[in-house]
Nanobody, 122 residues
Framework: QVQLVESGGGLVQPGGSRRLSCAATGSIFSINAMVWFRQAPGKEREFVAAISWSADNTYYADAVKRRFTISRDSAKNTMYQQMNSLKPEDTAVYYC???????????????WGQGTQVTVSS
C-alpha cells in the first residue's frame, strides 16, 4: 500500500516562507515524477510545480516562478517545496501527486496525498 504523507502547512505572514514535504511510503519500485498542486476555496485545483525523479528536471507555474523551489531526496522518496515571498493569493490546500511504479513490469500509477493547508495572512 502506497501512501503520500504531506507536512509543513500552516499560517504564515505575507512575505514569509514555508517548506512543505511529501513522503512516499510503502511498496514502491520506482518514482517517475512528483508534482505539487493547490486548490484555493472556490477554485479548481491547479498545477504548481513538478520534478522528474531521474533527471531532476523541474517545472513551475508562472505564478510561483522565482518564489518556489521544488526538490527531492531520492533516498527518502521525499519531495520538498520551499515557498518564499508568500502572498495571500498563495493561500490554498497543497496536494502532492506521485507517478510511480510498484513493480518493475507494471504500469505507472497516480497517487495523491491528503493535502496540507497553507494560509498566508497577517
Amino acid at each position: 500500500q502506497v501512501q503520500l504523507v504531506e507536512s509543513g502547512g500552516g499560517l504564515v505572514q505575507p512575505g514569509g516562507s514555508r517548506r512543505l514535504s511529501c513522503a512516499a511510503t510503502g511498496s514502491i519500485f520506482s518514482i517517475n515524477a512528483m508534482v505539487w498542486f493547490r486548490q484555493a476555496p472556490g477554485k479548481e485545483r491547479e498545477f504548481v510545480a513538478a520534478i522528474s525523479w531521474s533527471a531532476d528536471n523541474t517545472y513551475y507555474a508562472d505564478a510561483v516562478k522565482r518564489r518556489f523551489t521544488i526538490s527531492r531526496d531520492s533516498a527518502k522518496n521525499t519531495m520538498y517545496q520551499q515557498m518564499n515571498s508568500l502572498k495571500p493569493e498563495d493561500t490554498a490546500v497543497y496536494y502532492c501527486n506521485a507517478k510511480l511504479r510498484i513493480r518493475s513490469w507494471g504500469p505507472e500509477y497516480n497517487y495523491w496525498g491528503q493535502g496540507t493547508q497553507v494560509t498566508v495572512s497577517s
